[in-house]
């Protein structure tokens, strides 16, 4: 799974970098003019992607492309997003691209109502100032320093304080 990502984004670098070049206003260059074009480490490095992509499933190989044609109906706007995020991902230590991926198993596997929950949370927050953000970030530690029980009695009282 680590080495499809890795390569599905080596992939995207390579094919969004090169195909920014067009060789004549208003023609899109042709794969082949955009491979001419790559140094021969770049080269190198596509020939190994393309062999790694080819001892995939067939499967496998579907959901890549798959991929692959979604990244190039993107905004140009959207790719550099997608671009940043590729790069903030590899900065990451394995252990926390593992909880990375833990958790984001987790978000899928929640109803669709509590995904759409977490997200309007998220928004708040990113809109939050940055003081109340601290405030939620402290206040997020020391719940994750009660204990079950001291939660579900703070959850208890939450409840009785919004009856009122």
């Given at each position: 799974m680590r080495?499809?990502?890795a390569m599905a984004g080596g992939l995207v670098v390579l094919l969004l970098g090169a195909s920014s070049r067009a060789q004549e206003p208003?023609?899109?260059p042709t794969a082949a003019e955009r491979f001419?074009?790559?140094?021969?480490?770049?080269?190198e490095a596509l020939r190994a992607k393309l062999r790694e992509f080819r001892a995939l499933?067939?499967?496998e190989q579907k959901r890549v492309r798959g991929n692959l044609e979604r990244l190039r109906r993107l905004s140009?706007?959207?790719?550099e997003r997608l671009r940043a995020n590729l790069k903030a991902l590899q900065r990451l230590s394995p252990e926390e691209r593992q909880?990375?991926?833990?958790?984001?198993?987790e978000f899928q596997s929640l109803s669709p109502e509590r995904k759409a929950e977490l997200r309007q949370r998220m928004r708040e927050?990113?809109?939050?100032?940055?003081?109340?953000?601290?405030q939620?970030?402290?206040?997020?530690?020391?719940?994750r320093q009660l204990s079950p029980e001291q939660r579900q009695e703070l959850r208890d009282r939450l409840r009785e304080r919004r009856r009122r």
């Open positions: 080495r499809t990502l208003g023609r899109a001419e074009k790559l140094s021969p480490e770049q080269k499933s067939a499967e140009p706007e959207e790719r909880l990375l991926r833990e958790r984001f198993g927050y990113l809109r939050a100032h940055p003081e109340r953000r601290e939620m970030r402290e206040n997020l530690r020391r719940w």
